[in-house]
């Protein structure tokens, strides 16, 4: 009951942290300046998953050795990664961006896409668990 209480209430705070992210990304890339020939739908770029989708990779690396390491419960682990994380991060936002990026034919900014965001998340988990081993 412990667990499900704990993913709920971290859940509730990552899926909040989320929104913040993405609401600061969509103000600020609204002041950006267009380039002639291009609509600003064109020119999206999904910085804000990338930055949740990250954190939580390396927020799931450190809550498993953290919360042993503290003397915390599984429950508290389960409710960091299940809840926090998975409340944070967003593999669906993900993969519409990805193909979204290939319908407007931005071939390489898909590619990039799904580089960055496997490279930095699997560096994220790894220093993550480096951090807390």
Same mark, same amino acid.
């Given at each position: ?61 450190? *809550?498993?050795?953290? =919360? #042993?390491q503290l003397g $915390?419960?599984? %429950?508290?682990?389960? /409710?960091? &990664? ?9 593999? *669906?936002?993900?993969? =519409? #961006?990805?193909?979204? $990026?290939?319908? %407007?034919?931005?071939? /390489?900014? &898909? ?14 988990? #790894? ?7």
């Amino acid at each position: 009951m412990i667990s499900a209480v704990l993913v709920g209430i971290f859940g509730i705070s990552g899926a909040l942290l989320r929104f913040a992210t993405d609401s600061w990304f969509a103000h600020h890339s609204s002041q950006r300046t267009v380039r002639p020939g291009l609509s600003e739908d064109r020119l999206h770029w999904p910085w804000a998953t990338l930055v949740v989708n990250v954190a939580g990779s390396f927020v799931i690396g450190i *809550s498993y050795g953290l =919360t #042993a390491q503290l003397g $915390l419960g599984h %429950e508290w682990s389960i /409710g960091l &990664a299940t809840g926090f994380a998975g409340g944070l991060t967003t593999f *669906s936002s993900w993969t =519409t #961006a990805t193909v979204r $990026l290939l319908g %407007e034919a931005r071939f /390489g900014a &898909a590619a990039m896409n799904i580089a960055v965001n496997l490279v930095l998340g699997l560096g994220a988990a #790894a220093a993550g668990i480096a951090l807390v081993s």
